[in-house]
């Protein structure tokens, strides 16, 4: 019975994921969903396996000076105050395609390691700072890095996230911006996490 049960409950729980995740995009190791919320606006989730240990996402991250190499459309990332060890209050700066304006972002990044698993929680600080006159400032962005490693000694990365592009574009066009923006990312960090 309780076999059955565990069962039931497993199937169950694959078929509510599958319905609530889209596969949007899959190319070699890397995978994009998408999930509709109630804003109109879609969060994303992307998974990738790499050839590094988890604290190699970390050792990325923290270098800002390197992020435009990588992740897609990224003109600049600035760290605004270093909260302690762990937690970071960050500026982040996107080139948008023509005719619409680029964005910014500021967030804080909270890194906790458990278990073996690096986890990186990235909440909204749109109002730290006033805006910049030549960006958009985007609202609400939530995210969650995860790099969890696998028993074949390769590393599973996923980021789930989303929010509000800030602006009048149209839902359709950030959700668009929004898939191909985090799957050239994804592809990127497989090759520079190395």
Not at 8 to 23: D, G, H, R, V
Not at 142 to 159: K, M, S, V
Request: hydrophobic share 40%; proline share 4%.
């Amino acid at each position: 019975m309780v076999y059955l049960a565990a069962m039931t409950c497993f199937i169950n729980c694959n078929a509510l994921w599958a319905e609530s995740w889209k596969l949007e995009k899959q190319k070699g190791k890397v995978s994009v969903f998408s999930q509709k919320t109630e804003s109109g606006y879609k969060q994303v989730l992307a998974k990738t396996w790499v050839h590094a240990q988890p604290a190699a996402l970390i050792a990325l991250l923290k270098d800002v000076a390197f992020s435009p190499e990588w992740i897609h459309n990224c003109i600049e990332v600035k760290i605004l105050k270093s909260v302690s060890a762990s937690d970071r209050v960050i500026n982040t700066f996107f080139a948008a395609p023509w005719p619409v304006k680029d964005r910014d972002m500021i967030t804080l990044s909270k890194t906790t390691f458990k278990d073996g698993v690096l986890s990186i929680e990235i909440f909204d600080r749109a109002d730290a700072i006033a805006p910049h006159d030549d960006f958009i400032r985007m609202q609400n962005m939530y995210g969650l890095w995860q790099a969890t490693p696998q028993e074949n000694g390769t590393t599973e990365i996923t980021y789930q996230g989303g929010g509000n592009p800030g602006g009048s574009l149209p839902t359709f066009i950030a959700n668009k911006e929004l898939i191909s923006s985090i799957f050239h990312t994804f592809q990127n960090l497989g090759e520079v996490i190395k």
